[in-house]
């Protein structure tokens, strides 16, 4: 409700949670919007209107407590009021005695100063043609690759709040994140629930800030461990920054009835942009530990170290990674480079090589997406009387696979919204069908909101 005055000597504004109250000494009578009567006399509003108003300005802090406005006790609003003459003495003394005991806030008044719904949807087609030594087959498939909806929000200052939620169709409810950060000091960040810990450049990298349709196989083998709950400390100091944690390795909780196991990792890396004037320049390096054989990395690997580098000048950009998974002695080396550039302000084009290799019989198993898909590549086994397998044939695992991906993006707005489009030639040797060939194309349209 607004209250408005003609030719108004005095004015003070109280704000209320939307509604504003005009209060002040009229040298003519107010006016009511929409039509409200107006008042003959000055003394009709002071003796029935004016009450009204500091009813009203009460009123609005009690029933929109969720905006803030100015903290005051009632007797402040009084006190207010009868300096500006709104309200005689009288009338002041009178409502003191009558006044509750609450001051004119609302309770959650400085807690949550921003609240942002956060959310992405990533659509994509996939085509693959793969041969081996026996025969060819082909897969397509239409799929949402990613539906995320969430809450963000800064509570008391410094506390950051999260909440995301995996909406894939065909898929279960899944937490994405949940966690909260305390960010008061940049050198040190404190987060404690469930997010990746930090691992690879590439898997740290936001789905929607990928510049492939798809991650690299190397580095889904060996450091994509995963949301996990845990708790972790990161921060920067001048060209340095870090991050130390330590995680269940597990969806949330420890398994009760077992000796409690962890994921212990450590980031560190320097910004070096001071040396190579105003272009980008990132070396980093990471290392995980898990003692859970059961655990999202332990049941894989007992440590995983990447090192990484970046490198950015005005449209070119040059990312590179290299990995070790080792498990007892046996490992997964592997790496990827990746150039890329803008040929317009619109279109990028990329280029991706990685090569992997394994000391384990079998141990490079193709791409989920979409080669494992592939009819004619699914591991066939034989059983004897008792269900005991005496005999496996797995023509979708090799022991060294190397991979070309050559790719044209389309940012329409940056990566807020963008179009993909990505081919892939890949060779992996070794498997129980020999070598295994494959042709991957794959577009995509990824938007956030």
């Not at 944690?245 to 070096?272: E, F, W």
């Not at 440590?303 to 002695?329: H, K, P």
Request: proline share 4%; net charge negative.
């Amino acid at each position: 409700m607004k209250i408005y005055m003609k030719r108004i000597s005095f004015v003070e504004t109280i704000r209320t949670s939307g509604i504003r109250a005009r209060i002040a000494r009229p040298s003519t009578c107010p006016v009511l919007p929409n039509g409200g009567r107006s008042y003959a006399t000055p003394n009709d509003f002071c003796k029935g209107k004016r009450i009204r108003l500091l009813a009203t300005a009460a009123i609005a802090a009690i029933l929109y407590p969720g905006v803030p406005v100015a903290e005051a006790t009632y007797n402040d609003l009084l006190n207010t009021l009868e300096a500006n003459n709104a309200i005689t003495t009288e009338q002041a003394t009178d409502l003191r005695g009558k006044a509750p005991n609450y001051t004119v806030r609302p309770a959650t008044s400085g807690v949550v100063k921003d609240l942002q719904i956060r959310g992405r949807i990533q659509t994509q087609f996939g085509y693959v043609d793969a041969k081996s030594d026996e025969g060819s087959d082909d897969f397509t498939t239409f799929e949402v690759r990613r539906a995320r909806i969430g809450l963000r929000g800064t509570l008391f200052d410094s506390v950051r709040a999260q909440v995301e939620a995996n909406l894939v169709p065909g898929s279960d409810l899944s937490m994405r994140s949940a966690f909260l950060q305390w960010r008061e000091h940049q050198p040190a960040y404190l987060k404690v629930g469930y997010d990746k810990p930090h691992s690879s450049l590439e898997e740290n990298t936001s789905s929607a800030e990928i510049l492939t349709v798809e991650r690299t196989l190397i580095n889904s083998l060996v450091a994509a461990p995963g949301p996990q709950t845990g708790l972790a400390l990161d921060g920067e100091l001048g060209a340095l920054y870090y991050g130390v944690g330590v995680y269940t390795d597990r969806d949330n909780r420890n398994p009760g009835g077992t000796d409690s196991k962890y994921l212990y990792n450590a980031l560190v890396g320097l910004k070096l942009d001071d040396f190579v004037g105003d272009n980008r320049l990132r070396v980093q390096g990471v290392y995980l530990n898990s003692d859970d054989p059961e655990g999202k990395i332990g049941a894989k690997f007992d440590d995983v170290i990447t090192v990484a580098g970046q490198f950015a000048t005005g449209g070119f950009d040059l990312r590179a990674e290299y990995f070790i998974g080792d498990n007892d002695g046996d490992e997964i080396k592997g790496f990827y480079i990746m150039p890329s550039f803008y040929l317009t302000d619109n279109v990028q084009a990329v280029l991706r090589y990685e090569q992997v290799e394994s000391d384990r019989e079998r141990g490079v198993r193709a791409p989920s997406r979409y080669t494992r898909d592939v009819p004619s590549l699914k591991v066939r086994e034989t059983l004897d009387d008792a269900g005991e397998v005496v005999s496996k044939v797995d023509p979708q695992a090799g022991d060294e696979y190397q991979a070309l991906y050559l790719g044209l993006n389309y940012y329409f707005a940056g990566h807020g919204h963008k179009l993909m489009f990505g081919v892939e030639l890949a060779e992996l040797k070794y498997t129980d069908a020999g070598t295994l060939e494959s042709t991957t194309v794959t577009t995509a349209w990824r938007m956030l909101f």
